[in-house]
């Protein structure tokens, strides 16, 4: 009977030590690193969440399916698991403690500003790099710093990135200098509302009124708002808010017939937005993103974004669908890793993420850029409008770049 | 900063609040006259407001159905899935007291958000309004066709629900159930029967609104939880079980919120409703319009 317990507990020391000296699965030679994905796939912003997800989900797969990549003679498969934040700081909490728990090597998201301001202090104690959505200024600033999450970045825009061009383009181009601004009252909502203003008094404009914060989420009306823009002296609205929001501002607007120019962040490039409010949205105004090749263009691409074509087609051959900038998200992030670990010849975190921050370029879904050493994402957007119902690229992407300079890189890091 | 003191725009001020209390209206009548009846703070109620729009788009965009006849449907459905609702989860759980019934309620919401946002998806919607793009304008006063419609369309089911439960039978069951419910079983009256019609009543109300709101404000599958909560802090405050207090509740509380946004800011104006609901708590318990339990 001993020597019956011995041979088992020999038994299970051996398989304990095999199993410890194997990857973590798919066979030898085959390391699988996990993606933890902490976005709203409930709530206000679950579209834009689980369109997140999906980026990533699909980029995942054909990855794997395609057989992994190599690092550093090592064949690498990704794995996604995900947790629901609810676009809030208590949901983005309890989402990021889950994710800890599930001891991911990276986490991608929050889509939403005030939920990855509530996850940065908890990846960056657990030394996980974040890669995040959201435009809250903070987040690749103070927030950061006081986080001491050296790790994470930001692989899209920040609030500053989008309402520059925006702002001079209004001011140059179209010549509305008096805005009446409203927006969700929300980390994402005040940053991007700011940063309008900070460029908009720079070229001589002003806001004819202290900007209207409305409860997110929760506020569907907004003829309220509208009037008072109408009645305000204002030559132009700025509107800051999720496509639900967007699409409710935009039809009141018209339906009230204010007569004032319109702009609004990147979520009016959405095409929920755009099959919601057609044609009422033509002369309106947006920082674009993401450009797919689809859309007509006013100037003349310097620089081809490859990634973003390989996505759309990606998408549109295994999903039937059109990728969106929210798909971009998720999809980016997975091929920042990728690259980031081909580079560097290894999937340990902390030296991939010393990769991301190296300076170095990435051909993403959104351009090819590299991140500054905030974390920011060393990008820019253009400007875009709708004519006849359709997004149209009115400048390209170096637009705030050109005199009179609005946006520089030493603009996008605290100094 | 500057601000509209002019007429016009007090007016439009006038007229964006009275809409944004029919949309309050619908489902606080709902749920005033479920708790009047049965003692259930019903927030699925919120779930049949989301239902109602997405019956009302997939029946126009899908199904070929006009809209008048898809906020019929939506109306239909509301009733039946409470009434279903009704009878299988909360007079069950109703004999074990109240706050079973409470954690039920908000328990079929979420399971009805999430299969709604698992069925539809998480896009915004928006209805075609079948008066396009058409408004009234009297001196810069702006009211849109479908405004006018969903406003008049508010007036007639608030009178038809006024005059069923003043002159038909079922009402006066309704209406004695929630005066003197003891005398009502004395008398006869089926409880069983007047409950789950007190939760068709509520549930066609909620999915009508919702259908009626579809073609002015883009929905997802969440919408019903942020019209519910306000609609339940207008019960409250219009009077627990009180139908003319829901209605009367319904417009002190938008027009409240319309001139606090036009007048101090809009970050206040969700205050203003919840801030009502505490002050009448403590002002007087039964609301404005209720009746203490005797």
New interface residues.
């Given amino acids: 009977m001993r020597w019956r317990s011995l041979a088992w507990v020999v038994c299970g020391v051996a398989v304990a030590v095999a199993g410890l000296r194997l990857p973590a699965a798919g066979g030898p030679g085959v390391e699988t690193v996990t993606v933890g994905f902490a976005l709203p796939l409930?709530?206000?912003a679950?579209?834009?969440?689980?369109e997140s997800l999906e980026g990533a989900q699909l980029a995942v797969r054909l990855l794997n399916e395609a057989g992994g990549f190599r690092v550093g003679g090592r064949t690498v498969r990704f794995e996604v698991v995900s947790e629901d934040d609810r676009c809030t700081p208590a949901g983005g909490t309890e989402a990021a403690n889950r994710l800890v728990a599930r001891r991911v090597a990276f986490v991608g998201g929050s889509f939403c500003s005030s939920a990855a301001l509530a996850q940065q202090p908890i990846f960056a104690q657990a030394r996980i790099p974040q890669v995040i959505y959201a435009y809250a200024t903070d987040l690749t600033g103070v927030a950061r710093q006081r986080a001491g999450a050296d790790l994470s970045v930001r692989i899209g825009p920040q609030a500053a990135v989008e309402m520059a061009p925006l702002a001079k383009y209004a001011v140059t181009v179209n010549n509305h200098r008096r805005f009446f601004a409203?927006a969700q009252?929300t980390d994402f909502g005040r940053s991007m509302v700011g940063e309008f203003r900070r460029v908009l008094e720079r070229l001589g404009g002003r806001f004819?009124?202290?900007p209207?914060?409305?409860?997110f989420?929760?506020?569907?009306?907004f003829?309220?708002?509208l009037?008072?823009a109408?009645?305000?002296?204002a030559d132009a609205l700025l509107a800051i808010g999720l496509?639900?929001e967007m699409?409710?501002v935009s039809?009141?607007f018209?339906?009230?017939?204010l007569g004032l120019g319109f702009y609004g962040s990147d979520l009016l490039e959405d095409p929920?937005y755009q099959d919601?409010v057609g044609e009422?949205a033509n002369g309106f105004f947006y920082p674009w993103v993401y450009d797919d090749g689809v859309d007509p263009r006013r100037f003349t691409r310097t620089e081809p974004e490859r990634m973003a074509r390989e996505m759309s087609l990606a998408f549109l051959n295994n999903l039937k669908k059109r990728a969106t900038r929210n798909h971009a998200w998720g999809w980016g992030t997975i091929h920042l890793l990728k690259q980031a670990m081909e580079r560097e010849g290894t999937t340990d975190p902390e030296r991939v993420m010393r990769r991301v921050l190296s300076g170095e370029r990435f051909d993403l879904p959104l351009g090819r850029y590299g991140f500054l050493p905030c974390g920011q994402a060393d990008m820019r957007v253009g400007v875009g409008s709708y004519v006849d119902g359709r997004r149209t690229l009115m400048v390209d992407r170096d637009f705030a770049g050109r005199p009179p300079v609005v946006l520089t890189s030493a603009d996008l890091c605290p100094r | 900063?500057?601000r509209?003191v002019?007429v016009v725009?007090i007016l439009?001020?006038g007229v964006?609040?009275l809409?944004?209390a029919t949309?309050y209206a619908l489902v606080a009548l709902g749920l005033t006259l479920i708790f009047g009846v049965l003692h259930v703070a019903d927030f699925a109620q919120g779930a049949l407001y989301m239902l109602g729009a997405y019956v009302s788009f997939y029946a126009t965009q899908a199904g070929g159905v006009g809209y008048f006849a898809a906020v019929a449907l939506a109306m239909a459905t509301g009733a039946v899935l409470a009434a279903l609702n009704g009878g299988v989860v909360y007079l069950p759980l109703q004999r074990h007291g109240g706050s079973l019934t409470f954690v039920a309620a908000l328990g079929v919401l979420l399971i009805l958000?999430?299969a709604a946002?698992w069925w539809f998806?998480?896009?915004?919607?928006?209805v075609p309004s079948p008066f396009g793009?058409g408004?009234f304008?009297a001196g810069g006063v702006?009211l849109?066709h479908h405004?006018a419609f969903v406003l008049g369309a508010t007036g007639c089911l608030v009178l038809l629900l006024w005059a069923g439960l003043r002159y038909t039978k079922p009402g006066k069951a309704l209406r004695a159930m929630a005066q003197q419910p003891e005398a009502a079983r004395l008398v006869g009256i089926d409880i069983q029967r007047v409950g789950l019609l007190a939760f068709a009543v509520a549930g066609g109300l909620a999915g009508g609104a919702g259908a009626l709101m579809a073609p002015?404000?883009?929905?997802?599958?969440?919408?019903g939880a942020?019209v519910i909560?306000?609609s339940f802090a207008i019960v409250i405050f219009g009077g627990m079980g009180s139908v003319p207090g829901a209605i009367v509740g319904a417009a002190v509380v938008a027009l409240a919120e319309?001139f606090t946004?036009?007048y101090l800011?809009?970050?206040f104006?969700?205050l203003v409703a919840f801030g009502l609901m505490i002050v009448a708590l403590f002002a007087r318990p039964q609301g404005l319009l209720g009746r203490l339990p005797t």
């Avoid at chain 1, 209207?212 to 409860?215: G, L, N, P, Q």
């Avoid at chain 1, 989420?217 to 009306?221: K, L, M």
């Avoid at chain 1, 018209?254 to 017939?257: P, Q, S, V, Y």
């Avoid at chain 2, 002015?216 to 919408?223: C, G, S, T």
């Fill in positions: 409930t709530g206000a679950a579209r834009e969440g689980q409203m009252n004819v009124a202290e209207e914060f409305y409860t989420p929760g506020t569907t009306d003829r309220t708002i009037t008072k109408r009645g305000s002296g496509v639900g699409i409710g039809l009141q018209r339906e009230l017939g929920a919601a009422r | 900063m500057r509209a002019d725009t439009q001020f964006n609040g809409f944004v949309g958000q999430n946002l998806g998480g896009d915004f919607r928006l793009d408004k304008s702006v849109t405004q002015v404000r883009a929905f997802d599958p969440h919408i942020v909560l306000k319309t946004a036009a800011a809009a970050e104006a969700d």
